[in-house]
């Protein structure tokens, strides 16, 4: 089994990527779903964050407005909320490797791959990209977002730049889909040549 990890910045188009990899039949890990669901109704997260957090979950789970507010800027509490969070996404994530123990290959779809050291736990990294002007239209689209805090979410991540150079791969996205379709089509195919040798 090959190991593709699936990166890129905020409204850089990842997930649609993620979506074009799993129409071609590859089991995608998202680590983001993983944690909506540990941190959703009923998550087994939300007591320890009420515990650390207190007043940050309720019926529905987590308040993520309420629990970003908490952690946002704050090192030592972001430290704190990866400590309960990340243990139990590894732990879905090798069920996730255990399901799909007979697969040729697996996406795991991982936003801040690079920023945790995750890519030296894959075989190749796959950045999705597009140009700054893009991602920001993108991104200031999102209910809520501002200028100031899409500055403060890119000065915690690796540049766009500096990924793309690490990248075994780099799938555009500020184009046509068709030619993100392709470029996610030839990853496919060099993963299953690289299989065949």
Do not use: Y
Request: aromatic share 4%.
């Amino acid at each position: 089994m090959k190991t593709i990890g699936l990166t890129g910045s905020i409204g850089m188009g990842k997930s649609t990527v993620a979506e074009m990899f799993a129409e071609e039949g590859i089991a995608v890990f998202d680590a983001d779903a993983a944690v909506r669901r540990l941190q959703g109704p009923g998550g087994r997260l939300i007591p320890a964050i009420e515990q650390a957090f207190p007043g940050t979950t309720g019926p529905e789970g987590v308040d993520r407005v309420a629990l970003g507010a908490r952690v946002f800027g704050d090192d030592l509490a972001l430290k704190r909320l990866e400590a309960i969070v990340h243990p139990a996404v590894g732990e879905e994530r090798a069920a996730f490797l255990a399901r799909h123990a007979e697969d040729a290959m697996v996406v795991f779809d991982i936003p801040l791959l690079f920023e945790t050291g995750g890519d030296r736990h894959v075989d190749m990294v796959v950045v999705v990209s597009a140009d700054p002007a893009t991602q920001a239209d993108r991104v200031l689209a999102r209910p809520g977002m501002t200028r100031e805090r899409l500055g403060e979410i890119l000065a915690r991540q690796i540049p766009d730049s500096e990924k793309r150079a690490r990248a075994d791969h780099v799938i555009p996205t500020a184009c046509p889909m068709d030619q993100t379709r392709a470029a996610v089509r030839r990853v496919i195919a060099c993963v299953r040549a690289s299989q065949d040798r």
